[in-house]
């Protein structure tokens, strides 16, 4: 901006372009400090500053993110806190809008967790593709946990309430230490191994991040992923998350959560078991009813096919049959005999003798017609036989020989008929009126 273009800005256009400068420049940023001048008012919002020995940054976690925090923030405690840079236009202030806070030890495990996560899951560790489901009814159940701890009453408690039949094994382990992920780990893999349990349950109760820190353990997490068995994760509270979970086939907000996910709840199953009874016994008396007609039925079906019945059925039978027999029978015995009836009249009429007589006068009639027609017919014929010849013997090639001609053939029996077709030497054959002469061209 130059001095001629004399253009002015107020102060509040200053500070809006300052802070657009500074969120569009940086990211979020880990500052670890310091905390001072922590002040909470009315409204629930957390002020404060971070310094170190040369400078220090205002602060500001409002009340959705600081009611969740996990410890007090008190003066002089050193923190890790992760935020955004912006700027307070109404007074011109340079701070940093906090949405993580965390006590310096616990966000030096923070980040440990976060490298150890994102290589795990860059190696699909955590990939809901190879999870397996859970069973639809299990039946044993293996509880990996501290036997003392409030997890264990909290699980057990809710299993027995909706579920007292499951058989449930509680297998103890250390929950919290540096011996705790080594025997979590052999523990959930010889429960694997015995072939006994249906779910494996890892729990334990609430705590700081250093707490649970056994259950980030990478050989843990990896143990949970390749356990042939379904691993149910429920550690710590709600907001608690550990690569156990991650791994696990199914992570419960809480110990008694995962318990209830687990077994249904005796009350639904009666409901539904008293809902298949009713049905059953519609289905069995729908059915029975079904029988009872069917017998019912039979049975009188048998009695209309009980012997005397159907004696008594064939004997009408066969008193039916022999009354339309004997009327078949009139009525056939009449037809022939008035067909015989009328054949008599007919052969009277056409007695052979009468037959044979005006026969002879026909033939009498008929004997010179024959002789006739024979005879023109032969002299039609001989003169339609002397035309063809006299056409034959006009076309025919012997004709002309008889005139003086003679037909000239070579060998193959080609017909001559120009002086080009015939070579010195050839030798020929020529047919004249009364025989042939074998010839030689010069």
Same mark, same amino acid.
């Given at each position: 901006?130059?001095?001629?273009?004399?253009?002015?800005?107020?102060?509040?256009?200053?500070?809006?372009?300052?802070?657009?400068?500074?969120?569009? *420049?940086?990211?979020?940023?880990?500052?670890?400090?310091?905390? /001072?001048?922590?002040?909470?008012?009315?409204?629930?919002?957390?002020?404060?500053?971070?310094?170190?020995?040369?400078?220090?940054?205002?602060?500001?976690?409002?009340?959705?993110?600081?009611?969740?925090?996990?410890?007090?923030?008190?003066?002089?405690?050193?923190?890790?806190?992760? /935020?955004?840079?912006?700027?307070?236009?109404?007074?011109?202030?340079?701070?940093?809008?906090?949405?993580?806070?965390?006590?310096?030890?616990?966000?030096?495990?923070?980040?440990?967790?976060?490298?150890?996560?994102?290589?795990?899951?860059?190696?699909?560790?955590?990939?809901?593709?190879?999870?397996?489901?859970?069973?639809?009814?299990?039946?044993?159940?293996?509880?990996?946990?501290?036997?003392?701890?409030?997890?264990?009453?909290?699980?057990?408690?809710?299993?027995?309430?909706?579920?007292?039949?499951?058989?449930?094994?509680?297998?103890?382990?250390?929950?919290?230490?540096?011996?705790?992920?080594?025997?979590?780990?052999?523990?959930?893999?010889?429960?694997?191994?015995? /072939?006994?349990?249906?779910?494996?349950?890892?729990?334990?109760? /609430?705590?700081?991040?250093?707490?649970?820190?056994?259950?980030?353990?990478?050989?843990?997490?990896?143990?949970?992923?390749?356990?042939?068995?379904?691993?149910?994760?429920?550690?710590?509270?709600?907001?608690?998350?550990?690569?156990?979970?991650?791994?696990?086939?199914?992570?419960?907000?809480?110990?008694?959560?995962?318990?209830?996910?687990?077994?249904?709840?005796?009350?639904?199953?009666? *409901?539904?078991?008293?809902?298949?009874?009713?049905?059953?016994?519609?289905?069995?008396?729908?059915?029975?009813?079904?029988?009872?007609?069917?017998?019912?039925?039979?049975?009188?079906?048998?009695?209309?096919?009980?012997?005397?019945?159907?004696?008594?059925?064939?004997?009408?039978?066969?008193?039916?049959?022999?009354?339309?027999?004997?009327?078949?029978?009139?009525?056939?015995?009449?037809?022939?005999?008035?067909?015989?009836?009328?054949?008599?009249?007919?052969?009277?009429?056409? *007695?052979?003798?009468?037959?044979?007589?005006?026969?002879?006068?026909?033939?009498?009639?008929?004997?010179?017609?024959?002789?006739?027609?024979?005879?023109?017919?032969?002299?039609?014929?001989?003169?339609?036989?002397?035309?063809?010849?006299?056409?034959?013997?006009?076309?025919?090639?012997?004709?002309?020989?008889?005139?003086?001609?003679?037909?000239?053939?070579?060998?193959?029996?080609?017909?001559?008929?120009?002086?080009?077709?015939?070579?010195?030497?050839?030798?020929?054959?020529?047919?004249?009126?009364?025989?042939?002469?074998?010839?030689?061209?010069?």
């Amino acid at each position: 901006m130059t001095d001629t273009a004399r253009d002015i800005l107020t102060p509040t256009q200053l500070n809006t372009l300052a802070r657009d400068l500074l969120e569009g *420049a940086f990211p979020l940023v880990w500052v670890e400090g310091e905390l /001072g001048n922590v002040t909470r008012p009315a409204s629930g919002h957390l002020y404060f500053t971070l310094k170190d020995a040369r400078a220090q940054v205002r602060c500001a976690m409002f009340k959705p993110k600081s009611q969740w925090l996990k410890f007090a923030p008190r003066e002089g405690l050193r923190v890790l806190a992760r /935020g955004r840079l912006t700027l307070y236009e109404a007074r011109g202030d340079y701070q940093l809008v906090i949405d993580s806070l965390e006590e310096a030890g616990e966000g030096a495990l923070r980040r440990a967790f976060e490298e150890l996560k994102a290589r795990l899951a860059a190696e699909g560790l955590f990939d809901d593709v190879r999870k397996r489901p859970l069973p639809a009814h299990v039946r044993r159940l293996a509880v990996l946990t501290s036997p003392t701890g409030a997890a264990v009453r909290d699980v057990l408690s809710v299993l027995q309430r909706r579920f007292p039949l499951l058989e449930v094994d509680v297998l103890p382990v250390q929950v919290q230490g540096e011996t705790a992920a080594a025997q979590i780990v052999d523990m959930l893999q010889r429960a694997a191994r015995s /072939g006994r349990y249906d779910v494996l349950l890892v729990t334990r109760g /609430g705590g700081s991040l250093e707490d649970l820190w056994a259950f980030n353990d990478e050989r843990l997490a990896r143990a949970i992923a390749a356990s042939p068995v379904p691993v149910v994760s429920a550690i710590g509270h709600e907001t608690d998350f550990t690569l156990a979970d991650f791994a696990a086939d199914l992570r419960a907000p809480t110990p008694s959560v995962a318990a209830e996910v687990l077994v249904p709840d005796r009350r639904d199953l009666l *409901a539904r078991v008293q809902t298949l009874h009713r049905r059953l016994a519609t289905t069995h008396a729908h059915r029975l009813r079904n029988a009872m007609q069917r017998a019912d039925r039979a049975a009188l079906r048998l009695h209309a096919l009980r012997p005397q019945a159907r004696l008594d059925m064939f004997r009408r039978r066969q008193e039916d049959a022999a009354r339309r027999l004997h009327a078949l029978w009139r009525d056939q015995h009449a037809r022939r005999l008035a067909a015989l009836r009328h054949a008599d009249a007919v052969l009277r009429a056409h *007695a052979p003798r009468r037959r044979l007589e005006q026969l002879r006068a026909r033939l009498l009639a008929l004997a010179p017609r024959p002789q006739a027609a024979v005879a023109r017919t032969l002299q039609r014929d001989a003169l339609r036989l002397r035309a063809l010849a006299r056409s034959l013997e006009a076309v025919s090639p012997l004709a002309t020989v008889a005139r003086g001609y003679a037909l000239v053939t070579k060998e193959d029996g080609t017909l001559v008929r120009s002086v080009a077709q015939v070579q010195p030497g050839d030798r020929l054959e020529a047919q004249v009126a009364d025989g042939r002469m074998r010839l030689r061209a010069e």
